[in-house]
């Protein structure tokens, strides 16, 4: 260790050193930047654009003249071009610098970029410069709590250090050595292949520099390049494939904070023009990392507390927060009360005694004739304003409704429905009332699953017809539009094994889709249920994975724009009395124009299904569902589930196992034990080596989806007709097939490929084929 640390001083100083010229002139540079005097702003121009891109930029934020607080505060909105559509992008960066800013809060949290030093000795294309990395902010300091030192590689020294200029002198690092994969654990960085350490409290500046004891030499097969960054907590989980992807990687999100000034509340609220808390009811309170204050809406406010006027009351009667019985509950400024409706008597409150009728005590007959009459005057006018109050929620309601209706792209339905010519019932628009009444007003009982992107439940169509009803969690308003066009889209789809949608519901406030209902569960369920996979023989396994690549590749080659599922998996493959698969939940799913071949976008999928490529680089591609496609294989080989803890750590990943044993030559020790038998393990090998060809991890080395359908296809009239396997000429297969041959190569295994037999005209008809109106 003492060698370690003496090499470890060595190298990262001979860095330091060769990086202070440079070091001095950026400190410079930006701290003359930082001191141009600007006068504060007291209040912003009503004018002032809020947006940059997609950032919201509230006050004392501003990327103009007299919208911002103070110089401090600029945000300059910078336009580039887009390599992919070559429109002008607008990006939002910390005044002056090349600092990214990805988000903003009023609770005193500034997300920016920070970039990512590495140290590869190893590679011809070395820079010496890239090994250390500069931040220097006076403003804002750098989270303490929030932020992490991160050093990712198999023989790598990361230090965190103060810059020359510096008020606060700081040094400190980890260390990440490894001499194998063994013992590496995803998710951890324990010091075996990552290593993290806190940064010091109330620091502005910092120098990254990462280095290396033995230049990476014996760790340069599987570790060529050693590379440190700071970063937040929540935003980094180590992988082993960081060891060969981080070199894609290029920053990483950083949490700054920020606050008002440098001095405390007290000092502040002595000069009454320069105090930032400008609405009323708004708190000040002092900053935890370095000098000033930030100001906060007192307790029942919401808003702006930097805008004169910007908190508001909340209306605690609207919320479902409040402990108030029904009908008890009273808005006041900044709180509420509980207190109950003449003519009732109680508390007001829900655990307490309530609201109850008064009813009077008569004392003779003519008391009792007048509390009658009293009290018929009043069931009267009760049951008339009942009514009137019912009529008015109706009407209320329905306007709602039409409200959704608009807001969630009604009107542009029903223009895509004229336009295109097609019935209401071919993309059949329902009411709130009918799906209520389908599914017993969302009982619980209805409930089919429940998942990451809402809850599903089966219904009951007037016509005694049985459907799924999806009930997503959240909507993007921003996204209506697309949303609309793939509801247009998806009702076209009429293929035998894809879940039709038969229609969407928009008077809610969340859009529902209406789907058919399959009858006999999932593929997981009959994978996973040992009740189940017995059952589930060769046979069926391999009409499954036949049907799922054909509907897949319909969707990718077949529909008017390209369909990428994103998020295949094996409990999204409904299976029917007859055991015919259907894809199902195009939740995550997202369109590519017919010119583009991938589209960014924010990673989504499921664990152990996820395309290693697109987690990496967020580039999603029809690859991306090949990968996830090549896991359901597995699953159907196997019977073991995409992610288990009863597996070796490093083999929790079914992908990872799976691989590992088709390389290794271990097949038939890892298959489901039921499915083998003489005459199909050499089919058993063929459709392996599909789905570890499936599993690479880099795209372009994978078939693309309209090739794993046309060899499992071949498996399967192979497996029907197994006289065709027998010496089977070309002639042969030809006839079989009533097509001509067409030399049809993938590159599945290592040193393997395999031949299809049939032409690419009949035979993708014959995989592609929807039904008789499908596109």
Same mark, same amino acid.
């Given at each position: 260790?003492?060698?370690?640390?003496?090499?470890?001083?060595?190298?990262?100083?001979?860095?330091?050193?060769?990086?202070?010229?440079?070091?001095?002139?950026?400190?410079?540079?930006?701290?003359?930047?930082?001191?141009?005097? !600007?006068?504060?702003?007291?209040?912003?121009?009503?004018?002032?654009?809020?947006?940059?891109?997609?950032?919201?930029?509230?006050?004392?934020?501003?990327?103009?003249?007299?919208?911002?607080?103070?110089?401090? @505060?600029?945000? !300059?909105?910078?336009?580039?071009?887009?390599?992919?559509?070559?429109? /002008?992008?607008?990006?939002?960066?910390?005044?002056?610098?090349?600092?990214?800013?990805?988000?903003?809060?009023?609770?005193?949290?500034?997300?920016?970029?920070?970039? +990512?030093?590495?140290?590869?000795?190893?590679?011809?294309?070395?820079?010496?410069?890239?090994?250390?990395?500069?931040?220097?902010?006076?403003?804002?300091?750098?989270?303490?709590?929030?932020?992490?030192?991160?050093?990712?590689?198999?023989?790598?020294?990361?230090?965190?250090?103060?810059?020359?200029?510096?008020?606060?002198?700081?040094?400190?690092?980890? *260390?990440?050595?490894?001499?194998?994969?063994?013992?590496?654990?995803?998710?951890?960085?324990?010091?075996?292949?990552?290593?993290?350490?806190?940064?010091?409290?109330?620091?502005?500046? @910092?120098?990254?520099?990462?280095?290396?004891?033995?230049?990476?030499?014996? +760790?340069?097969? @599987?570790?060529?390049?050693?590379?440190?960054?700071?970063?937040?907590?929540?935003?980094?989980?180590?992988?082993?494939?960081?060891?060969?992807?981080?070199?894609?990687?290029?920053?990483?999100?950083?949490?700054?904070?920020?606050?008002?000034?440098?001095?405390?509340?007290?000092?502040?609220?002595?000069?009454? !023009?320069?105090?930032?808390?400008?609405?009323?009811?708004?708190?000040?309170?002092?900053?935890?990392?370095?000098?000033?204050?930030?100001?906060?809406?007192?307790?029942?406010?919401?808003?702006?507390?930097?805008? /004169?006027?910007?908190?508001?009351? &909340?209306?605690?009667?609207?919320?479902?927060?409040?402990?108030?019985?029904?009908?008890?509950?009273?808005?006041?400024?900044?709180?509420?009360?509980?207190?109950?409706?003449?003519?009732?008597?109680?508390?007001?409150?829900?655990?307490?005694?309530?609201?109850?009728? *008064?009813?009077?005590?008569?004392?003779?007959?003519?008391?009792? &004739?007048?509390?009658?009459?009293?009290?018929?005057?009043?069931?009267?006018?009760?049951?008339?304003?009942?009514?009137?109050?019912?009529?008015?929620?109706?009407?209320?309601?329905?306007?709602?409704?039409?409200?959704?209706?608009?807001?969630?792209?009604?009107?542009?339905?029903?223009?895509?429905?004229?336009?295109?010519?097609?019935?209401?019932?071919?993309?059949?628009? @329902?009411?709130?009332?009918?799906?209520?009444?389908?599914?017993?007003?969302?009982?619980?009982?209805?409930?089919?699953?429940?998942?990451?992107?809402?809850?599903?439940?089966?219904? +009951?169509?007037?016509?005694?017809? $049985?459907?799924?009803?999806?009930?997503?969690?959240?909507?993007?308003?921003?996204?209506?539009?697309?949303?609309?066009?793939?509801?247009?889209?998806?009702?076209?789809?009429?293929?035998?094994?894809?879940?039709?949608?038969?229609?969407?519901?928009? $008077?809610?406030?969340?859009?529902?889709?209406?789907? =058919?209902? #399959?009858?006999?569960?999932?593929?997981?369920?009959?994978?996973?249920?040992?009740?189940?996979?017995?059952?589930?023989?060769?046979?069926?396994?391999?009409? #499954?994975?036949?049907?799922?690549?054909?509907?897949?590749?319909?969707?990718?080659?077949?529909?008017?724009?390209?369909?990428?599922?994103?998020?295949?998996?094996?409990?999204?493959?409904?299976?029917?009395?007859?055991?015919?698969?259907?894809?199902?939940?195009?939740?995550? /799913?997202?369109? &590519?124009?017919?010119?583009?071949?991938?589209?960014?976008?924010?990673?989504?999928?499921?664990?152990?299904?996820?395309?290693?490529?697109?987690?990496?680089?967020?580039?999603?591609?029809?690859?991306?569902?090949?990968?996830?496609?090549?896991?359901?294989?597995?699953?159907?080989?196997?019977?073991?589930?995409?992610?288990?803890?009863?597996?070796? $750590?490093?083999?929790?990943?079914?992908?990872?196992?799976?691989?590992?044993?088709?390389?290794?030559?271990?097949?038939?020790? #890892?298959? =489901?034990?039921?499915?083998?038998?003489?005459?199909?393990?050499?089919?058993?090998?063929?459709?392996?080596?599909?789905?570890?060809?499936?599993?690479?991890?880099?795209?372009?080395?994978?078939?693309?989806?309209?090739?794993?359908?046309?060899?499992?296809?071949?498996?399967?009239?192979?497996?029907?007709?197994?006289?065709?396997?027998?010496?089977?000429?070309?002639?042969?297969?030809?006839?079989?097939?009533?097509?001509?041959?067409?030399?049809?190569?993938?590159?599945?295994?290592?040193?393997?490929?395999?031949?299809? *037999?049939?032409?690419?005209?009949?035979?993708?008809?014959?995989?592609?084929?929807?039904?008789?109106?499908?596109?």
């Amino acid at each position: 260790m003492q060698a370690m640390s003496s090499s470890l001083q060595t190298v990262l100083l001979q860095q330091q050193q060769e990086a202070a010229a440079k070091l001095l002139l950026g400190v410079f540079v930006i701290s003359a930047a930082i001191f141009v005097p !600007t006068a504060a702003v007291e209040v912003p121009n009503s004018n002032c654009n809020r947006t940059c891109g997609s950032l919201e930029i509230p006050y004392p934020f501003g990327t103009s003249e007299d919208c911002y607080l103070d110089s401090s @505060f600029l945000i !300059t909105c910078n336009f580039s071009s887009s390599s992919n559509s070559g429109t /002008s992008a607008p990006t939002p960066f910390l005044r002056l610098g090349n600092i990214k800013v990805l988000n903003i809060s009023l609770d005193g949290e500034l997300r920016v970029t920070s970039s +990512v030093t590495r140290d590869c000795p190893q590679k011809s294309d070395y820079n010496a410069n890239d090994s250390y990395n500069v931040l220097v902010l006076k403003e804002f300091p750098i989270s303490y709590t929030k932020n992490v030192l991160t050093a990712v590689g198999c023989d790598t020294l990361a230090l965190i250090t103060s810059s020359e200029s510096s008020d606060k002198k700081y040094m400190t690092g980890c *260390v990440a050595l490894c001499e194998s994969m063994t013992g590496m654990v995803n998710e951890s960085c324990s010091g075996i292949g990552c290593c993290q350490t806190s940064i010091p409290d109330g620091i502005n500046d @910092f120098t990254v520099t990462v280095g290396s004891v033995n230049n990476h030499s014996n +760790v340069s097969k @599987f570790s060529p390049c050693g590379f440190a960054f700071v970063v937040e907590k929540k935003e980094y989980n180590f992988s082993t494939l960081d060891l060969q992807n981080m070199q894609n990687k290029d920053a990483f999100p950083l949490v700054l904070d920020w606050a008002i000034g440098n001095q405390t509340c007290e000092d502040a609220k002595k000069n009454i !023009t320069g105090y930032a808390c400008k609405a009323a009811n708004s708190e000040c309170y002092n900053s935890t990392n370095g000098p000033g204050y930030r100001c906060n809406c007192s307790s029942g406010y919401y808003g702006n507390p930097y805008l /004169s006027g910007g908190c508001k009351d &909340i209306d605690e009667c609207k919320t479902p927060n409040h402990d108030c019985a029904v009908n008890a509950c009273v808005n006041l400024v900044g709180s509420y009360s509980c207190s109950c409706p003449m003519g009732y008597q109680g508390d007001g409150w829900r655990n307490g005694s309530s609201c109850t009728p *008064v009813i009077p005590k008569p004392s003779n007959s003519k008391n009792i &004739i007048i509390a009658l009459c009293i009290s018929i005057s009043l069931l009267v006018l009760l049951l008339g304003g009942s009514s009137v109050l019912l009529g008015l929620k109706r009407r209320k309601l329905i306007k709602l409704q039409e409200k959704y209706f608009q807001q969630n792209g009604g009107l542009m339905l029903q223009e895509h429905i004229l336009n295109q010519g097609r019935s209401m019932e071919t993309t059949k628009i @329902f009411t709130n009332d009918e799906l209520k009444k389908a599914t017993n007003n969302y009982d619980e009982s209805r409930v089919l699953g429940k998942g990451g992107y809402g809850t599903v439940y089966k219904g +009951v169509l007037p016509d005694n017809k $049985e459907v799924a009803i999806k009930k997503s969690k959240i909507c993007d308003k921003s996204q209506i539009e697309q949303f609309i066009n793939e509801v247009i889209l998806l009702t076209q789809i009429n293929h035998r094994n894809v879940v039709k949608l038969l229609g969407c519901c928009l $008077e809610t406030e969340v859009p529902l889709l209406v789907y =058919e209902f #399959i009858t006999n569960g999932t593929l997981s369920d009959h994978i996973h249920d040992i009740s189940r996979a017995s059952s589930l023989s060769w046979e069926k396994r391999l009409k #499954i994975a036949t049907e799922t690549a054909r509907a897949l590749a319909y969707l990718h080659y077949e529909t008017s724009m390209p369909i990428i599922h994103r998020d295949v998996k094996s409990t999204n493959i409904l299976l029917d009395d007859n055991h015919t698969a259907k894809v199902a939940d195009f939740g995550a /799913s997202r369109l &590519i124009a017919l010119d583009q071949t991938e589209i960014t976008t924010l990673v989504q999928g499921t664990r152990g299904y996820l395309d290693p490529e697109y987690f990496q680089t967020s580039k999603l591609s029809e690859k991306s569902d090949v990968y996830s496609f090549g896991v359901v294989l597995a699953e159907l080989l196997t019977g073991e589930p995409a992610i288990s803890s009863c597996r070796p $750590e490093s083999y929790k990943n079914l992908a990872m196992f799976f691989v590992s044993t088709v390389k290794e030559d271990r097949l038939l020790h #890892i298959l =489901e034990d039921h499915i083998v038998n003489e005459g199909n393990i050499e089919a058993l090998k063929e459709v392996a080596n599909l789905a570890e060809g499936c599993l690479r991890l880099r795209g372009e080395d994978r078939p693309t989806m309209m090739e794993v359908a046309m060899e499992l296809e071949r498996l399967r009239i192979m497996e029907k007709h197994p006289w065709g396997k027998d010496n089977q000429t070309t002639e042969e297969t030809e006839y079989v097939l009533c097509t001509p041959t067409v030399p049809f190569n993938i590159d599945i295994g290592v040193g393997s490929s395999v031949s299809g *037999v049939s032409g690419p005209d009949s035979m993708i008809n014959q995989i592609l084929k929807p039904l008789d109106d499908g596109r």
